[in-house]
């Protein structure tokens, strides 16, 4: 069984900071690249920022500058450094991992975490 568990939302006033958490657990044998999705009410859900193994990194246009992915290989751990927060960054944010189990590659989702940002 394969997990990825985030924390760090919660509701934050326009301009302030908040650093987002995934951690993986389980059976597995590697992750391959990881990544942080957005989905606010009525929107589909978008790419924030992706992650691959080696720390190639890869943002949103509106986001970068504002927004830092980063990993830990060595605890299965992502985060997402989110500042200058405005309202409209306000969404359920989901963890993506690719994962290699058993000799296949496959995507795994989080549950989501929430960041309200308040104006």
């Known amino acids: 069984q394969v997990q990825l568990v985030e924390s760090g939302g919660g509701l934050v006033q326009a301009g302030g900071s908040l650093r987002l958490s995934c951690a993986a657990s389980g059976s597995f044998i590697s992750i391959n690249d990881m990544g942080w999705y957005r989905q606010a009410p009525g929107e589909q859900r978008e790419l924030v920022a992706s992650i691959t193994s080696g720390g190639t990194t890869n943002y949103a246009a509106s986001l970068k500058g504002r927004f830092t992915i980063s990993r830990d290989n060595a605890n299965n751990t992502m985060y997402l450094q989110m500042n200058s927060l405005k309202p409209e960054d306000t969404a359920i944010y989901y963890c993506?991992?690719?994962?290699?189990?058993?000799?296949?590659?496959?995507?795994?989702w989080g549950q989501g975490t929430q960041v309200t940002v308040s104006s």
């Open positions: 993506h991992a690719q994962i290699i189990k058993y000799g296949l590659r496959r995507g795994y």
